[in-house]
């Protein structure tokens, strides 16, 4: 049994609308050097770039953009934009875009202040110590990137998803401005929200922290009161404001209340973990390339029918913030009604509720669900254990 | 739809957590420490728990005990001059409010030039304070987790703050298992300032959307367990409850500031030096009345999370079981809800309300206007309590 949890966050969060015209003195605040932007061509052409550049400018910042990072990025992104970025000077790192940008960001701080290359640092806790000023804003509202401790990127000759996770990568100042996310599309909005959605209930169902089976110092610990606190705050933010920003993007009140959804369920995942639903999207991603979030939608309602018995209270609780009238019910019933409440919501926007719709052969499902046992990290987080075939009859159910 | 910002340090909780402030203090570059205690600490035992880790990290260490309860200047110069000279750059505080508070002071000492005096107010640390760890031992004014450093003007009677992100914690440390040898009078006053810091975040004009669930679950945490771990002060579970409602409020408290009942607190604490939190509670059951009229969606909220039972009931009768609830969790506690209690002279009244006017900084975060004759009311109210 563990006694000790402990909560880390992004050193200052800034929150709100235009939150982004303060860039300028903020990074002068923090470096006398270049400042590296980190982004990706799609946010140059919304023109996104142009609104922090300008915040820049204004208070005479000097910056080098590297605007070439790609969706789930390779490691060799990361090699290139360290390359870019080793002989420019730069005192700090501005991470722009969807988890994407931010996470090559972590990246390329980690070689920046301390050489070699990503591999060096895969894993948990392999960052020797700080690293250079990191800001993170985010322009989807769904990863959390900007508060969590990991940076993912893919590695294409193995063909799966690696990361580096460590406290030490949490961004100093995550940057939320909920207005660079009005233009987001419909179908970005809705996939990115339902990650959100995820990361809050997963967080919400893992393990309670006093029995996380694991040694030592660990980055998911499982639930506790803060986690649960912030956890709940997102889930019901989320459910109610998703459909709203899909369908209205530009209604600011429902890109608002996403952002801070968004926010709120990376305090908490980064802290109590995420679960099952996140384990298997790994291996599906790599034979799939869907969008993170459409993965963790397909599979958000299955995985929680499958924890359910083991978490009663607690998905009854999901089933109240996300608006069901558990009034008459029993405990099982009240809880079933949270998978049906996610059913709807993952209708409503629009994402695609089967693997058989992304194209997986059912073939492979059998290979999927042994790789999943590979990322133990996140399933020892999931509240009912898992086996191979437990995990295969979810993916069935998925299929 | 306002902007907001949010911080808080890395947080350990946990019974036997500080087990872990050796390599803790190590992953943050400490080689040489100054710990940083009051007597209290040294005889309740708590002092090897923050060695041994210490030792065992191969960290060396000294020890300042000298701390006062409500500190003033004297401490403050004493502990900055020993590290000077001793060649102290790292900081554990161990204590209660006091002790973790003059660290924060000394911290920023140590890198910033000038009289403290020169950093009164909000803002106005230029550079970052120079690394501390801190260990809570009271179940209260959670100032492991805030900005915040207070401490008395014996010159001129007032109670003075600095207040700047640059002298917060790098890594806190709440061990419910430090807090078991808690007197019960000091659980009562420690535990029921926690839950004024909720309250009141919880109502703060700087409020946030981050703030309201932390604070909300602080205020439930307190609100069944305060009693308990007064009056039944071995049992575990209420002193665990009591160490994480605390340092939420702390968390709220840093990013949504107190208000009104903090005001009113600070002249009475320096006129009649009792301590910050029998100071607030004195105040707090009858500011909390008189401002209820603008605020009784979020009295209404805050009965609910107190276990009150709301459902059926209007706005206003729902708010209304909140004010019970408060003065039952008081007197549950053996706390005094009025002025009465410490003698306050009838005559010192408009002095006080004068001084608790002069507190903008407080009284703009409470979101109800308070005139110099609406405080002096609601002092007089706390007279006849």
């Known amino acids: 049994m563990r006694n000790v949890w402990n909560f880390s966050t992004a050193g200052k969060i800034i929150f709100g609308n235009d939150a982004v015209q303060g860039l300028g003195k903020l990074m002068q605040s923090l470096s006398e050097k270049t400042a590296l932007v980190v982004t990706d061509p799609g946010i140059k052409a919304a023109g996104i770039l142009e609104t922090a550049l300008s915040s820049l400018k204004q208070e005479g910042v000097s910056y080098a953009v590297y605007d070439q990072c790609e969706p789930e990025p390779r490691v060799e992104k990361a090699v290139e934009a360290y390359d870019f970025a080793k002989n420019q000077n730069c005192g700090a790192i501005i991470g722009l875009g969807g988890g994407s940008s931010i996470d090559l960001a972590k990246a390329v701080a980690v070689l920046l202040t301390y050489g070699g290359s990503p591999k060096d640092y895969f894993g948990e806790f392999k960052v020797p110590g700080p690293v250079l000023p990191l800001v993170a804003i985010p322009t989807t509202s769904g990863t959390g990137t900007e508060v969590t401790p990991a940076a993912v990127l893919t590695d294409l000759q193995a063909n799966l998803k690696i990361g580096i996770s460590d406290n030490y990568i949490r961004p100093m100042i995550a940057l939320v401005d909920p207005m660079l996310t009005v233009k987001m599309p419909p179908a970005v909005t809705a996939s990115t929200g339902i990650d959100a959605l995820t990361h809050a209930i997963e967080a919400y169902t893992a393990i309670g922290f006093e029995y996380l089976l694991a040694e030592g110092e660990a980055l998911y610990q499982g639930t506790n009161d803060l986690t649960d606190a912030l956890a709940e705050k997102a889930i019901k933010l989320v459910s109610d404001n998703l459909r709203l920003a899909v369908d209205q993007g530009q209604n600011v009140k429902a890109r608002y209340n996403m952002a801070l959804g968004s926010v709120l369920a990376g305090m908490a995942f980064s802290n109590a973990g995420v679960g099952a639903a996140h384990a298997i999207a790994y291996p599906v991603g790599a034979a799939t390339h869907a969008p993170h979030g459409v993965l963790c939608g397909l599979l958000l309602p299955h995985v929680m029918e499958y924890n359910v018995p083991v978490a009663l209270d607690r998905f009854v609780k999901v089933a109240e913030l996300m608006g069901e009238n558990v009034r008459g019910l029993n405990q099982f019933e009240a809880a079933m009604l949270s998978v049906k409440a996610v059913k709807r919501l993952i209708r409503d926007v629009k994402i695609t509720a089967t693997l058989r719709g992304l194209g997986v052969n059912e073939a492979q499902l059998p290979d999927m669900a042994e790789k999943t046992l590979e990322v133990g990290r996140l399933l020892r987080n999931n509240p009912r254990r898992l086996t191979a075939a437990d995990i295969e009859g979810i993916l069935r159910n998925a299929y | ?385």
Do not use: W
């Open chain 2, 1 to 385: 739809m306002k902007s907001f910002v949010f911080r808080t340090p890395e947080l350990n909780f946990g019974n036997g957590s500080v087990k872990g402030i050796g390599i803790k203090a190590k992953q943050l570059g400490a080689s040489r420490v100054l710990i940083v205690t009051d007597k209290g600490v040294v005889s309740a035992g708590i002092l090897p728990k923050i060695e041994q880790p210490l030792k065992d990290a191969g960290i060396e260490f000294e020890v300042y005990s000298e701390v006062q309860p409500e500190p003033n200047l004297d401490s403050l110069h004493e502990i900055v001059k020993i590290a000077k000279e001793g060649d102290f750059s790292f900081f554990i505080g161990v204590g209660g409010g006091s002790a973790m508070d003059v660290t924060k002071l000394a911290s920023l000492m140590m890198t910033n030039e000038g009289e403290v005096s020169d950093f009164l107010g909000v803002e106005k640390v230029p550079n970052p304070a120079a690394p501390v760890i801190l260990v809570a031992t009271t179940s209260g004014t959670g100032s492991e987790v805030t900005k915040f450093a207070l401490f008395g003007d014996d010159a001129i009677k007032r109670k003075t703050a600095v207040s700047s992100p640059n002298i917060m914690a790098r890594a806190a440390f709440v061990d419910p298992e430090l807090t078991i040898s808690m007197p019960g009078h000091v659980t009562a006053a420690t535990g029921i300032d926690a839950f004024i810091h909720a309250v009141e975040a919880y109502i703060a004009v700087n409020r946030n959307p981050a703030t309201d669930p932390i604070a909300l679950e602080a205020i439930r945490l307190i609100a069944a367990n305060l009693i308990p771990a007064v009056k039944n002060g071995s049992k575990l579970e209420a002193r665990y409850n009591m160490a994480l409602g605390s340092v939420l409020a702390g968390i709220v408290l840093n990013n949504a500031g107190a208000g009104a009942v903090h005001a009113l607190a600070y002249p009475v604490a320096m006129e009649y030096h009792v301590s910050h939190g029998i100071s607030n509670v004195v105040n707090f059951v009858h500011t909390m009345e008189y401002i209820a009229p603008a605020l009784l969606e979020r009295y209404a909220n805050m009965a609910e999370a107190m276990g009150e039972k709301v459902g059926g009931l209007s706005q206003y009768d729902s708010a209304m079981a909140f004010l019970k609830a408060i003065r039952r969790l008081c007197l549950g506690a053996s706390l005094p809800v009025g002025l009465k209690s410490i003698g306050v002279d009838p005559k010192l009244v408009p002095a006080l309300a004068e001084t608790a006017f002069t507190d903008t900084r407080l009284l703009g975060n409470t979101p109800y206007v308070l005139t110099a004759k609406d405080i002096q009311a609601i002092y007089s109210n706390a007279l006849n309590d």
